[in-house]
C-alpha cells in the first residue's frame, strides 16, 4: 500500500514506538535527495489539524527541505470524534495524530507549552491565560534549535478578534520571534543552548478564503504574494502531492478530517511579511544557499554525494555505499555542529537502507520497571555483498554486551539474546503530564521543552564495521508479537510503576445520604507483589475500612477492593485518592492506555483519583434513551444520578421502540457524524408529539445530516460563550425547566468549566422559548443556549450548554439542570 509506503519518508526525526524502517530503491533515492539538499522551513499555527498538509508536503518532498510543524498546542480543548477521551487525554491523542500526518507528509513535528483551554474570542485573552512570554521563549527556541531558513505563518497577525484567539496569537508570536531569536539578550537561556539564529524571509500562507471571496482575491494586489505549485507528482513515490497532503491531513481522525486524494495542479500563495523578499517569486528560497556549499568544508561532500542522485543504481542500490562512507568521514569533521549532527543521522540511515542492513532489539515483555532486568532479541542481517562487521553492542549508559564481534556474511541472519539491567529512572509517560499546569500552560523539564512525545530511555548502540568506517546507530528497543489477525505488531517497550490503581468512575454523585460501595482496582506491574491501599478522602466523608490488604502473583493481574463510602448531609465536593504502599514505597499513579489503529499504543500515567458530590438533586422519570454523537460520557454521567441509560442505535429508531423511553437524548454533533438521523427526525418529532422530552446537544452548522433538525424552525450559528464564568442572565424566571424538580438560580452555574457552551442557534421560531442569556466581554448577549418548545404533548429542547465537558467533570448545577430539562412536563408525578 502506498500510504505505507509514505511512512519511510521520514528520516532524521525518532518516532519512539515505530517498526524498523524497510525502504524500498525508489524511496532511498528520495531520501538521498534530501540528505543533498541544506535548507530549512518551519510552519507555525495553534492546534494540530491547522497545518497546511499540502505545503508542508511540496516543502519536505517537492522542495526536499527539512520541514517541521510548530503546533502552540496539543489540542487538549477539542472535541474527539473517535472516543471519550477529553482534555490530556485528547491532548495525548491529538499529539499522536500529528505524528501520524508527518509521517506520510515527510515533515518533523514540533511544540509549545501553550495548553488549548478552549475557543478563545481574542487574543488578548489567549496571551493572558497562556503566559505570553513563555510561548513567545517557545517559539524563539523552536526557532534557534531547528534554524529554519524561512517561516510560514498559517494565520494573519493583523486582524486580533476576527478569528480564534490561539489563532490569530500563533501568528502574532511567529511574527514577533522572526527577530527576538537573533538576539542574544533575549530568553538568553535557548540561545546559550543552541545559538541565535535569524530566518531569511516570513511569510503568511493566505488564500481567497482571507480576502473574503474567490472574486476579491482575483482583484487583490499581488505585488507581495509569492505562488508556489504544489500539485506536481512524484514518480519515485507513485503519488501527486496533493495526494500524500490527503493522506496526512486524514490522520486527524479525531477531529473528522478524513480528506480525498486531490491531482493536478494546485497553487499556494504567501505573503510576504519580513526579511529578504524572493527575486524569483516562484521559489521560496530564493537567494538562499541550500547546496553543501553554504557550510565550511561542504563542497568536497557535494562533490561525492552530488553524481549519486544522477548515477543511483535502482537495482542495487549497495553500489553507492563507498560513496557514502567517504562523505560521511568528512561530515564528522565539520565544524556546523547542527548540520553536521543532521546530515549525520541522515548519512546512517541512508549507509544502513542502502546496504539492506537490518537492525532490531525486541524485548520479550513490554513493560518493565525502572531498574529492572530483562531479556532482549537482536537480529542483525546484512542483505548486500558488501562486508559488514556487527563489532560491538551497548546500552546508551555506555555499558557493552557481552557479544562477539561477528562478521554478517551476506543474507545470513544473525540472532543474539542479551540481558539488560534497564538504566531508567523516570516512566514512560507524556512529560508535559508529569506536573500539574495552570489553565494555560504545561510544565515541562528544560530539555525536553518542545519535544512531540518523551523520548525511549530503553536503547541500545550498535557500532558497525563497514569497509575501514566505523558507523554508529541506536535502535530504540521495541516489544513485538504476533497477532493472528494483523500479523507482526509493534507496541512501545514502557516503562511502567510496580502497581497502579484507578477508581473506575472518575466522577461519583451521592444524590442522597446513602452511603455506596466504591470500588478501587490494584494493577500489578511486576510478578509477585502485595502491599496495601487507603483510601484518602476529604473531611466529612466517613470511608471504611481504613485499609485493604491485596496480593498479585502476575504482571498486568488484577485485584478490585471495595469501600463503603459514607456522605455527609450537606452539599459537598472533593476527591478520593488511592494510596497504594508496597514496603515503604508509595504509589498513586494511575495507568490508562489509548489503543487506536492509527498510531502507536500509548500509556499514559495519571493522578488515581476521582471526583465526589454531595448533591442535592430531584428527578422525574427514570428510562433514558441516549442515541450517540460523535462520543461523549453523558450516559455515564446520568446513570450516577440513578437513571437507567440505554443506547439507541439508529436502525432502532422506531415508533415502538422510542414509546418505552420518558426522554431521549442525542449526542453532541449526532447531526454530523450520523447520516440516518437524516431519515429519522420524524420518527424523533412523532415521539415528542406524542408527550416524550427530546434533548438535542449542540451540532455544528458544517456538513449537517439534514438542515431538519426540529418540529419547528432552528437556524445554528457560531456563538459561543466561551468564559465559563460568564454572568448567566435568566429570562424565563417562571418556565417549568428553572423550577421543577429543581430550582435553578445564577448558584449552578458557579464552577463550570472550559466554557459555557457553543454553536448556539442565533435564529428560531417563535414557539420556542429562550431560557437563558450570556455573552462573553464587549460581545453581546446571545439567547440561543438553551431553547424549549412544546410540541404536541411533549417538549423539544436544543441547547449548546457544554453539558458534554460539565457532568463528566462533575459540576453539581449543571446535573441539576439537565435533571430538570428531563424531568419537563413530569409534574403530574410529583
Same mark, same amino acid.
Given at each position: 500500500?502506498?500510504k505505507?509506503?509514505?511512512?519511510?519518508?521520514?528520516l532524521?526525526? =525518532? /518516532?519512539?514506538?515505530?517498526?524498523p524502517?524497510?525502504?524500498?530503491?525508489?524511496?532511498?533515492?528520495?531520501?538521498?535527495?534530501?540528505?543533498?539538499?541544506l535548507g530549512?522551513?518551519?510552519?507555525?499555527?495553534?492546534? =494540530?489539524?491547522?497545518?497546511?498538509?499540502?505545503?508542508?508536503?511540496?516543502?519536505?518532498?517537492? *522542495?526536499?527541505?527539512?520541514?517541521?510543524?510548530?503546533?502552540?498546542?496539543?489540542?487538549?480543548?477539542?472535541?474527539?470524534?473517535?472516543?471519550?477521551?477529553?482534555?490530556?487525554?485528547?491532548?495525548?491523542?491529538?499529539?499522536q495524530?500529528l505524528?501520524?500526518?508527518?509521517?506520510?507528509?515527510?515533515?518533523?513535528?514540533?511544540?509549545t507549552?501553550?495548553?488549548?483551554?478552549?475557543?478563545?474570542?481574542?487574543p488578548?485573552?489567549?496571551?493572558?491565560?497562556?503566559?505570553?512570554?513563555?510561548?513567545?521563549?517557545?517559539?524563539?527556541?523552536?526557532i534557534?534549535? %531547528?534554524?529554519?531558513?524561512?517561516?510560514?505563518?498559517?494565520?494573519?497577525?493583523?486582524?486580533?478578534?476576527?478569528?480564534?484567539?490561539?489563532?490569530?496569537?500563533?501568528?502574532?508570536?511567529?511574527?514577533?520571534?522572526?527577530?527576538?531569536?537573533?538576539?542574544?539578550?533575549?530568553?538568553?537561556?535557548?540561545?546559550?543552548?543552541?545559538? *541565535?539564529?535569524?530566518?531569511?524571509?516570513?511569510f503568511?500562507?493566505?488564500?481567497?478564503?482571507?480576502?473574503?471571496?474567490?472574486?476579491?482575491?482575483e482583484?487583490?494586489?499581488?505585488?507581495?504574494? +509569492?505562488?508556489?505549485?504544489?500539485?506536481?507528482?512524484?514518480?519515485?513515490?507513485?503519488?501527486?502531492?496533493?495526494?500524500?497532503?490527503?493522506?496526512?491531513r486524514?490522520?486527524?481522525?479525531?477531529?473528522?478530517?478524513?480528506?480525498?486524494?486531490?491531482?493536478?495542479?494546485?497553487?499556494?500563495?504567501?505573503?510576504?511579511?519580513k526579511?529578504?523578499?524572493?527575486?524569483?517569486?516562484?521559489n521560496?528560497?530564493?537567494?538562499?544557499?541550500?547546496?553543501?556549499?553554504?557550510?565550511?568544508?561542504?563542497?568536497?561532500?557535494? #562533490?561525492?554525494?552530488n553524481?549519486?542522485?544522477?548515477? %543511483?543504481?535502482?537495482?542495487?542500490?549497495? &553500489?553507492? $555505499?563507498?560513496?557514502l562512507?567517504?562523505a560521511?568521514?568528512?561530515?564528522?569533521?565539520?565544524?556546523?555542529d547542527?548540520?553536521r549532527?543532521?546530515?549525520?543521522k541522515?548519512?546512517?540511515q541512508?549507509?544502513?537502507?542502502?546496504?539492506?542492513?537490518?537492525?532490531?532489539? @525486541?524485548?520479550?515483555?513490554?513493560?518493565?520497571?525502572?531498574?529492572?532486568?530483562?531479556?532482549?532479541n537482536i537480529? &542483525?542481517?546484512?542483505?548486500?555483498? !558488501?562486508?559488514?562487521?556487527?563489532?560491538? +553492542?551497548?546500552?546508551?549508559?555506555?555499558?557493552?554486551?557481552? $557479544?562477539?564481534?561477528?562478521?554478517?556474511?551476506a543474507?545470513?541472519?544473525q540472532?543474539?539474546?542479551?540481558?539488560?539491567?534497564?538504566?531508567?529512572?523516570?516512566?514512560?509517560?507524556?512529560y508535559?503530564?508529569?506536573?500539574?499546569?495552570?489553565?494555560?500552560?504545561?510544565?515541562?523539564?528544560?530539555?525536553?521543552?518542545?519535544?512531540?512525545?518523551?523520548?525511549a530511555?530503553?536503547?541500545?548502540v550498535?557500532?558497525?564495521?563497514?569497509?575501514?568506517?566505523t558507523?554508529?546507530?541506536?535502535?530504540?528497543?521495541?516489544?513485538?508479537?504476533?497477532d =493472528?489477525?494483523?500479523g507482526?505488531?509493534?507496541?512501545?517497550?514502557?516503562?511502567? =510503576?510496580?502497581?497502579?490503581?484507578?477508581?473506575?468512575?472518575?466522577?461519583? /454523585?451521592?444524590?442522597?445520604?446513602?452511603?455506596?460501595?466504591?470500588? +478501587? /482496582?490494584?494493577? #500489578?506491574?511486576?510478578?509477585?507483589?502485595?502491599?496495601t491501599?487507603?483510601?484518602?478522602h476529604?473531611?466529612?466523608? *466517613?470511608?471504611n475500612?481504613?485499609?485493604?490488604? !491485596?496480593?498479585?502473583?502476575?504482571?498486568?493481574?488484577?485485584?478490585?477492593?471495595?469501600?463503603?463510602?459514607?456522605p455527609?448531609?450537606?452539599?459537598?465536593?472533593?476527591?478520593?485518592?488511592?494510596? +497504594?504502599?508496597?514496603g515503604?514505597?508509595?504509589?498513586?499513579?494511575?495507568?490508562?492506555?489509548?489503543?487506536?489503529?492509527?498510531f502507536p499504543?500509548?500509556?499514559?500515567?495519571?493522578?488515581?483519583?476521582?471526583?465526589?458530590?454531595?448533591?442535592?438533586?430531584?428527578?422525574?422519570g427514570?428510562?433514558?434513551?441516549?442515541?450517540?454523537?460523535?462520543?461523549d460520557?453523558?450516559?455515564?454521567?446520568?446513570?450516577?444520578?440513578?437513571?437507567? @441509560?440505554?443506547?439507541?442505535?439508529p436502525?432502532? /429508531?422506531?415508533?415502538?421502540?422510542?414509546?418505552?423511553?420518558? #426522554?431521549?437524548?442525542?449526542?453532541?454533533r #449526532?447531526?454530523?457524524?450520523?447520516p440516518?438521523?437524516?431519515?429519522?427526525?420524524?420518527?424523533?418529532?412523532?415521539?415528542?408529539?406524542n408527550g416524550g422530552?427530546?434533548?438535542?446537544?449542540?451540532?455544528?452548522?458544517?456538513?449537517?445530516?439534514?438542515?431538519?433538525?426540529?418540529?419547528?424552525s432552528?437556524?445554528?450559528s457560531?456563538?459561543?460563550?466561551?468564559?465559563?464564568?460568564?454572568?448567566?442572565?435568566?429570562?424565563?424566571?417562571?418556565?417549568?425547566?428553572?423550577?421543577?424538580?429543581?430550582?435553578?438560580t445564577?448558584?449552578?452555574?458557579?464552577?463550570?468549566?472550559?466554557?459555557?457552551?457553543?454553536?448556539?442557534?442565533?435564529?428560531?421560531?417563535?414557539?420556542?422559548?429562550?431560557?437563558?442569556?450570556?455573552?462573553d466581554?464587549n460581545?453581546?448577549?446571545?439567547?440561543g443556549?438553551l $431553547?424549549?418548545a412544546?410540541?404536541?404533548?411533549?417538549?423539544?429542547?436544543?441547547?449548546?450548554?457544554?453539558?458534554?465537558?460539565?457532568l463528566?467533570?462533575?459540576?453539581?448545577?449543571?446535573?441539576?439542570? !439537565?435533571?430538570?430539562?428531563?424531568?419537563?412536563?413530569?409534574?403530574?408525578?410529583?
Amino acid at each position: 500500500m502506498r500510504k505505507i509506503l509514505l511512512v519511510f519518508l521520514l528520516l532524521s526525526f =525518532p /518516532i519512539i514506538a515505530q517498526p524498523p524502517q524497510k525502504p524500498t530503491a525508489s524511496e532511498i533515492y528520495h531520501n538521498l535527495q534530501k540528505l543533498n539538499f541544506l535548507g530549512s522551513a518551519l510552519y507555525i499555527a495553534a492546534h =494540530p489539524d491547522d497545518e497546511n498538509t499540502r505545503l508542508i508536503s511540496f516543502l519536505a518532498n517537492d *522542495v526536499k527541505a527539512r520541514t517541521a510543524y510548530l503546533s502552540l498546542t496539543r489540542g487538549d480543548g477539542g472535541q474527539n470524534l473517535i472516543g471519550p477521551e477529553i482534555r490530556e487525554l485528547l491532548g495525548v491523542i491529538r499529539t499522536q495524530e500529528l505524528l501520524a500526518a508527518r509521517r506520510i507528509d515527510g515533515g518533523q513535528q514540533l511544540f509549545t507549552r501553550a495548553n488549548d483551554f478552549g475557543y478563545s474570542k481574542h487574543p488578548d485573552e489567549t496571551l493572558k491565560i497562556w503566559n505570553k512570554d513563555e510561548v513567545l521563549s517557545d517559539v524563539v527556541r523552536a526557532i534557534r534549535s %531547528f534554524k529554519p531558513d524561512i517561516i510560514v505563518n498559517r494565520f494573519n497577525h493583523r486582524n486580533p478578534g476576527s478569528t480564534h484567539g490561539h489563532h490569530t496569537s500563533s501568528a502574532m508570536l511567529g511574527f514577533e520571534a522572526f527577530d527576538l531569536a537573533s538576539d542574544p539578550t533575549n530568553y538568553s537561556e535557548s540561545a546559550k543552548r543552541f545559538g *541565535v539564529w535569524q530566518p531569511k524571509r516570513l511569510f503568511f500562507n493566505t488564500s481567497w478564503w482571507f480576502y473574503g471571496s474567490e472574486e476579491n482575491f482575483e482583484k487583490a494586489d499581488k505585488t507581495n504574494l +509569492v505562488e508556489v505549485e504544489t500539485g506536481n507528482y512524484y514518480p519515485s513515490l507513485g503519488l501527486s502531492n496533493g495526494e500524500i497532503a490527503s493522506l496526512s491531513r486524514s490522520m486527524h481522525k479525531s477531529q473528522g478530517f478524513g480528506s480525498t486524494g486531490t491531482r493536478g495542479n494546485q497553487t499556494e500563495y504567501l505573503e510576504f511579511l519580513k526579511g529578504d523578499f524572493p527575486k524569483d517569486k516562484n521559489n521560496l528560497f530564493d537567494g538562499i544557499d541550500t547546496s553543501w556549499s553554504r557550510i565550511e568544508g561542504g563542497a568536497a561532500i557535494g #562533490a561525492i554525494l552530488n553524481p549519486l542522485e544522477e548515477n %543511483f543504481n535502482f537495482k542495487d542500490p549497495s &553500489a553507492m $555505499l563507498p560513496s557514502l562512507l567517504q562523505a560521511y568521514e568528512q561530515v564528522k569533521l565539520l565544524k556546523n555542529d547542527h548540520w553536521r549532527e543532521i546530515k549525520l543521522k541522515q548519512l546512517e540511515q541512508l549507509i544502513l537502507d542502502a546496504g539492506g542492513i537490518f537492525l532490531e532489539a @525486541v524485548s520479550v515483555t513490554n513493560t518493565i520497571n525502572p531498574g529492572q532486568s530483562y531479556t532482549v532479541n537482536i537480529e &542483525a542481517i546484512n542483505r548486500s555483498s !558488501f562486508p559488514v562487521v556487527l563489532q560491538a +553492542v551497548s546500552t546508551t549508559g555506555g555499558k557493552k554486551l557481552d $557479544l562477539p564481534s561477528t562478521t554478517l556474511e551476506a543474507n545470513e541472519k544473525q540472532s543474539f539474546e542479551v540481558s539488560i539491567t534497564s538504566e531508567s529512572t523516570g516512566y514512560s509517560t507524556p512529560y508535559w503530564l508529569n506536573e500539574k499546569g495552570s489553565l494555560g500552560m504545561y510544565k515541562a523539564p528544560r530539555d525536553l521543552i518542545g519535544l512531540p512525545e518523551t523520548p525511549a530511555s530503553e536503547k541500545l548502540v550498535f557500532q558497525l564495521g563497514i569497509s575501514r568506517s566505523t558507523v554508529i546507530t541506536e535502535k530504540n528497543i521495541l516489544y513485538k508479537r504476533n497477532d =493472528p489477525v494483523k500479523g507482526e505488531v509493534y507496541r512501545p517497550l514502557e516503562i511502567l =510503576p510496580q502497581v497502579t490503581s484507578e477508581i473506575p468512575e472518575k466522577v461519583l /454523585i451521592f444524590s442522597n445520604s446513602e452511603s455506596r460501595e466504591i470500588p +478501587v /482496582i490494584v494493577r #500489578a506491574g511486576r510478578e509477585n507483589i502485595t502491599g496495601t491501599v487507603t483510601l484518602q478522602h476529604p473531611n466529612g466523608w *466517613v470511608v471504611n475500612p481504613a485499609q485493604h490488604t !491485596f496480593s498479585l502473583a502476575n504482571i498486568g493481574e488484577e485485584q478490585t477492593v471495595i469501600f463503603t463510602v459514607n456522605p455527609p448531609a450537606d452539599q459537598s465536593e472533593g476527591v478520593l485518592k488511592p494510596l +497504594v504502599q508496597i514496603g515503604d514505597r508509595f504509589f498513586d499513579k494511575e495507568l490508562i492506555t489509548l489503543d487506536y489503529d492509527h498510531f502507536p499504543y500509548q500509556s499514559v500515567l495519571m493522578p488515581s483519583e476521582a471526583k465526589i458530590v454531595r448533591l442535592n438533586i430531584k428527578k422525574e422519570g427514570d428510562a433514558i434513551g441516549y442515541i450517540n454523537g460523535a462520543g461523549d460520557a453523558i450516559p455515564e454521567s446520568l446513570k450516577q444520578i440513578g437513571y437507567e @441509560v440505554t443506547t439507541i442505535e439508529p436502525e432502532e /429508531i422506531t415508533p415502538e421502540n422510542l414509546s418505552r423511553f420518558d #426522554a431521549i437524548v442525542v449526542g453532541i454533533r #449526532a447531526y454530523n457524524t450520523v447520516p440516518e438521523l437524516a431519515f429519522k427526525q420524524n420518527i424523533l418529532n412523532e415521539y415528542v408529539a406524542n408527550g416524550g422530552n427530546l434533548l438535542l446537544q449542540y451540532n455544528t452548522s458544517h456538513r449537517l445530516v439534514t438542515p431538519d433538525l426540529a418540529p419547528y424552525s432552528l437556524s445554528l450559528s457560531r456563538d459561543r460563550v466561551t468564559d465559563e464564568g460568564s454572568e448567566v442572565r435568566i429570562l424565563a424566571p417562571n418556565h417549568p425547566v428553572l423550577n421543577y424538580p429543581n430550582k435553578i438560580t445564577g448558584l449552578d452555574f458557579d464552577n463550570w468549566v472550559q466554557e459555557r457552551g457553543l454553536y448556539f442557534p442565533n435564529e428560531w421560531a417563535a414557539e420556542f422559548t429562550p431560557i437563558l442569556g450570556m455573552h462573553d466581554v464587549n460581545d453581546p448577549e446571545t439567547k440561543g443556549s438553551l $431553547l424549549v418548545a412544546k410540541y404536541g404533548k411533549g417538549y423539544y429542547i436544543y441547547t449548546g450548554l457544554s453539558f458534554f465537558r460539565e457532568l463528566p467533570a462533575g459540576v453539581p448545577g449543571a446535573y441539576r439542570l !439537565f435533571a430538570n430539562l428531563l424531568s419537563l412536563g413530569k409534574e403530574r408525578n410529583e
